[in-house]
């Protein structure tokens, strides 16, 4: 079996360690025997490369950075990206890169940039004096049939652990938010929603890397990746997550969560 994992503009869009994606994506496959081979979806790229992926990995950005990505994700590229999402296929997107999904981002400074309006969501930065959300996130959650599948996975309630950091806050509109915030800012810090869901895309607000603190996430990813692209439902084998599992649990210590997450 094989995956191919696009990565939306690896250079510009890769803030707070979010190349981690990437990485415990393919290291995940490779400890599987699933060849998984990393495709940059860059300036460079030909439009077509976008038709051809089985997974996109979109990281976080600067405001300047997302005004350069958007001036380039048009046309043909943004369309193909558009029906790989609406296909099916699963993307994970931090931060920069769902503001960029949705219908525009208002940055502190500078011109609205009009999203791809895949998301029904809409971001404002409320200047440069505002504060900006930073800080560790938990939330749980909540999109369905996300939510009851990481459940039916994992045996219990699926709690994801981050780190986050912007200054723009996310409103939603028609799309379902992708969880709840337990501890931390989520989308905006007013109505306790954290990222959104949409097809098989997760869009969040969380840095962390996400998907090595929350393994279960990666392995969502990889399964549904395999099961659209090969058309019949694929288990993973098991892997020993005890490390990951102590710096699960250790966090939730910190954070003075262990009563909530009794088991990471
Ligand atoms: N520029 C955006 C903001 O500050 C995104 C930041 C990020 O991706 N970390 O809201």
């Excluded at 099916?88 to 940039?113: D, H, M, N, W």
């Excluded at 409320?126 to 369905?144: H, M, Q, W, Y």
Aim: proline share 5%; glycine share 10%.
């Amino acid at each position: 079996m094989e995956l191919r994992i696009g990565w939306l503009y690896p250079t510009l869009m890769s803030t707070y360690g979010d190349r981690g994606n990437v990485i415990c994506l393919q290291q995940r496959c490779q400890w599987r025997e699933i060849t998984a081979t990393v495709v940059p979806l860059d300036r460079q790229a030909e439009a077509d490369l976008f038709k051809n992926v089985d997974i996109i990995v979109g990281g976080g950005a600067q405001d300047r950075q997302q005004e350069i990505v958007m001036r380039d994700l048009q046309g043909a590229k943004a369309e193909n990206f558009r029906q790989r999402i609406e296909a099916g296929i699963p993307g994970v997107f931090t931060c920069g890169s769902p503001q960029l999904l949705g219908k525009y981002y208002e940055p502190a400074l500078g011109q609205r940039i009009e999203g791809l309006g895949l998301l029904d969501l809409e971001t404002k930065h409320p200047g440069i004096n505002a504060s900006r959300c930073i800080g560790n996130v938990v939330f749980e959650l909540t999109a369905s049939p996300l939510a009851e599948e990481l459940r039916e996975m994992l045996g219990k309630t699926p709690i994801a652990l981050g780190f986050e950091n912007h200054g723009g806050r996310t409103y939603l509109g028609n799309v379902s938010p992708l969880g709840k915030v337990i501890k931390g800012y989520g989308n905006n810090g007013e109505d306790g929603w954290e990222g959104a869901f949409y097809r098989h895309a997760i869009a969040t607000y969380s840095h962390g890397p996400l998907l090595p603190k929350n393994p279960f996430l990666a392995d969502w990813l990889i399964q549904t990746a395999l099961k659209e692209k090969y058309q019949t439902p694929i288990s993973l084998t098991k892997l020993d997550d005890s490390l990951a599992l102590q710096a699960r649990q250790a966090m939730f210590n910190r954070l003075e969560l262990s009563s909530l997450v009794k088991n990471p």
